[in-house]
Each structure stands twice: as structure tokens, then as C-alpha cells.
């Protein structure tokens, strides 16, 4: 994910490898992590223990394997008794070699596992994990962002490692070119249709995006489907039958997608491109805005410089008692629940939100760490002391995640196509939404009861 978007490359999970080793199956005496203030002494070795770490994030953080590595070397320095073997995942097999490993019950203590959401409770209901939030204090869970989507069954099950947002950014160069006002972008749905307007007669598209493989669709509804939801769990409640996509709370963003798609917001080859190469109009200074992720935040200040680019929030279009949310989400790292030295796993994952561990972080990679104690006075740029401020103060919501991936795929993505190739009308595009969750439920899916309490 280059930079990068977590729920994106989910669907490219499609082949497997498993790599790694088991880890030993001895318990040495560790004492967990201690309060930050507390200065915990070296432990001399009882038992030899290794802990095999299945991680991923090179692509999105820069710099993460070599701290990683500082952090190994550093916890290891503390407990020589403990060996840890860092084992770097590919994009593509992420999901698929956690799986296998599942079902042999060997492979990594530790794993990377994708944001939150559904990507957490998947594993979580098949048995998967053990939960991190039984070996924090409250004290330590407190200072840590985005849980909410990592918890369930009362208990947090990953615990949250680096953060990435979708956010929107702007040319401010090109909304003077246009006639704009280059500090005040466009803060509701009438003001982005303006913005359109005043772009299309310059002959610069305001937005840009690329649909040909249609994973943005996932983007604009996080983006826009959470102005309207009545709740945080009203999503969930649709998937199971308790509502329906073709209300109002779930159907009108697509009556605002469509007439950003009539209003010609978009470059005019949004359908032949993909992803990435919509998102590289914008750094090539050939559109006015973008929606991404935090990630293609730092490489458009490096192309277009930190003067030229602004941050703005998703324009609103209703006022409804989630508006203000915002769909941020931090990868995560969990414990195996087969792993026989959980504590010891729980105590590394735990030294890596140490002050020192979390401003590391930043100072290698570039990318915030996902705990309120990092020190924000390192952030290098504005724009991303602006973006921190949003994530560290509004609540979480992103919607994509909400859903079964299976409804993802086959109903969301060409929903959103079929609005942006203007072959499905907004009506259309709910009643697919609707009828492949109700496909989806009818094909008994072995966690749907699980679906049932999560909705509740």
C-alpha cells in the first residue's frame, strides 16, 4: 500500500504462504510491563523464550522494520532470557498465512491484523486471538486511540499500533487559479458543488479519483455514508435484517454521490484509472482535491510543497448526530490465542507504547503512533498537527468496516462504479447494497450470530 489504505488490499488476499516458525512452548518468569513511571529491572533468564512477530507496514511507514528492530533490541536488552524473531509479511498473504497458521495452530504469538472493524472480529469470533486488554491496566489503555474499533464482548482484542486516516486535501495554488479562496475550502455539500463549478470553468477537474478497480467506493462511503447514520451500530443492525439499506440513514450519501459524479467533480477518466493513478493527479498538481489516506498526505507536500497543500474534513451534507465523526483507524498488532507465552507477547506489545517507543516511531517513519501520549511538538508539517488534532479529539467511525467482506466486494465497489459510469441510479445502487447483504445472510455465514451481538 505504497502509502496506504488498510481496508483496500484486503480483497488482495488471495494466495498464502506460511512463513515464520512456531514459538517455544516454555513460560519463563517476565513480570509484566510496569506504569511508565516505574523503572522495571532487567529479568535474568529462568527459561529461554522466543516470540515469533508476523508484521507488515514498510509499505505505509516507511522505516517501521527499523523500528521495529530498535524495539526488539531494546526490550531483549531488558529480558535476555527472551529471543524475538521479527518475520516481515507480504501485502498479499497478510490475512491468508494468519489464517492458515490459525489452522494449525503454529506460526507467530504475535500478528499483525488490519485496522478494526470486521478485520478484527472475523478472527476474534473464530477463536483466533487472545485479548490484549487482558494484560493492560486501565492506566495504559486509556492513553491508546482508536480501541473502539477493536473492541468487543466488553474486552480490546488488538492493540493499536500506527494510525491512518482518510482525510481530504486541496491545491491551495489551483483554488486561487480558480477563484477561490485558498484558506476557506468548501465545508458542505452546496459549497463543494460550487467549488465544482467554479473548477469546470478553468477546465481543472476539482476531485480526483480513479474507479477502474473501485476501490475508492469504500473511501466515499466511509467519507460520506457517516453523516447520515443515526448511530454507531446502524450499519450493523442493516447487515443482520434489523434495518435496511434502503432507508434514509443508509441511502441518501448516494444521492450526494451522484450529483458530485453529474456536477463533472471528477477528472473525466475517473473509469480508466485506478486507484493510485487518481490519487497521482493530484500530486501532479492536475487537480484541485483529494480524498486518501494520511500516507499520500506526506508525498503530496514533498511534490507540490507544504505552502501549496491544505487539509480539509469531507464536506458535510446533514447535521445528523454522527457528522462530526471521522473515519480514522491504527493497523494493529494482536496476541495468537495458541501462543504459550501470551504474557510475554503482552509485555512487548505493551513496551511498544512506552514514551520513547511512541515518539521513536514518528521520528523513523514519518507516521503518528496511535496512543494521546505522543508528543505532537515532532509533528513536522501543519497539516499533520491539524489531522492529529482530528483524530486525538473526534470520535471513530469508519463504515466500511462494518460490513461483511463478502458485501464489500460484490455490492458496495460496483454500487459505486455504477454510480460514477452513471449506469445505476442512487435507488439502484441501495437496493444492490440491500439485496447482497440479504444474500449474504442467506448463505449462513458461521459467525452470523456473532453479527447479531455486535449489532446489539
Not at 9 to 26: I, R
Not at 148 to 174: A, I, R
Request: include cysteine; proline fraction near 6%; aromatic fraction near 12%.
Amino acid at each position: 500500500m505504497k502509502t496506504k489504505l488498510f481496508l483496500i488490499f484486503l480483497l488482495l488476499a488471495v494466495s498464502a504462504a506460511l512463513a515464520g516458525c512456531a514459538g517455544a512452548t516454555q513460560t519463563p518468569a517476565v513480570s509484566p510491563t510496569q506504569p511508565e513511571n516505574a523503572q522495571p529491572e532487567p529479568t535474568k533468564p529462568a527459561e529461554n523464550v522466543k516470540l515469533v512477530v508476523w508484521w507488515w507496514g514498510e509499505p505505509e511507514a516507511p522505516g517501521a522494520g527499523q523500528w521495529f528492530k530498535s524495539r526488539v533490541d531494546a526490550y531483549t536488552a531488558k529480558h535476555p532470557n527472551v529471543t524475538i524473531e521479527l518475520v516481515e509479511q507480504n501485502i498479499d498473504s497478510v490475512i491468508t498465512a494468519f489464517r492458515a497458521a490459525a489452522a494449525s495452530k503454529s506460526g507467530p504469538d504475535i500478528v499483525f491484523v488490519f485496522s478494526g472493524g470486521v478485520y478484527v472480529m472475523e478472527d476474534v469470533w473464530a477463536g483466533n486471538l487472545a485479548p490484549i486488554s487482558d494484560y493492560a491496566s486501565p492506566e495504559q489503555l486509556a492513553t491508546w486511540l482508536d480501541t473502539e474499533s477493536k473492541t468487543y464482548d466488553g474486552k480490546v482484542w488488538t492493540m493499536p499500533f500506527y494510525m491512518q486516516s482518510y482525510l481530504m486535501m486541496y491545491n491551495k495554488e489551483l483554488f486561487a487559479k480558480a477563484g477561490l479562496d485558498p484558506e476557506k475550502p468548501p465545508q458542505t455539500l452546496d459549497e463543494l458543488l460550487a467549488t465544482c463549478e467554479a473548477f469546470n470553468k478553468i477546465g481543472i477537474p476539482a476531485m480526483a479519483t480513479g474507479m477502474r478497480d473501485a476501490f475508492m467506493g469504500g473511501v466515499y462511503y466511509s467519507e460520506m455514508a457517516i453523516h447520515t447514520l443515526t448511530d454507531r451500530f446502524a450499519i450493523q443492525r442493516a447487515v443482520v435484517g434489523k434495518g435496511s439499506f434502503l432507508d434514509a440513514e443508509h441511502a441518501a450519501w448516494w444521492t450526494a454521490l451522484d450529483k458530485l459524479v453529474k456536477a463533472k467533480c471528477f477528472n473525466e477518466d475517473a473509469n480508466s484509472l485506478d486507484l493510485y493513478s487518481g490519487w497521482e493527479l493530484f500530486g501532479r498538481g492536475e487537480a484541485g482535491m483529494l480524498q486518501a489516506n494520511d500516507g499520500y498526505l506526506n508525498t503530496a507536500i514533498e511534490l507540490l510543497g507544504k505552502d501549496k497543500v491544505g487539509i480539509m474534513r469531507f464536506p458535510r451534507f446533514t447535521t445528523g448526530p454522527l457528522s462530526e465523526s471521522m473515519c480514522y483507524f491504527s493497523q494493529g498488532l494482536g496476541i495468537t490465542s495458541w501462543s504459550p507465552n501470551k504474557e510475554i507477547a503482552a509485555d512487548f506489545l505493551l513496551s511498544l507504547h512506552e514514551q520513547d517507543s511512541v515518539d521513536e516511531f514518528y521520528k523513523t517513519t514519518g507516521i503518528p503512533f496511535a496512543d494521546t501520549k505522543f508528543d505532537q511538538r515532532l509533528i513536522k508539517t501543519d497539516q499533520q498537527k491539524q489531522e492529529f488534532e482530528w483524530i486525538s479529539s473526534r470520535p471513530q467511525l469508519c463504515p466500511e468496516g462494518l460490513m461483511p467482506i463478502q458485501v464489500w466486494e460484490t455490492s458496495l465497489l460496483p454500487a459505486t462504479q455504477g454510480i460514477f459510469q452513471q449506469s445505476l441510479t442512487p435507488e439502484d445502487a441501495a437496493k444492490m447494497m440491500e439485496e447482497g447483504t440479504a444474500s449474504w445472510r442467506d448463505s449462513n455465514p458461521p459467525n452470523f450470530e456473532q453479527w447479531i451481538l455486535w449489532a446489539k
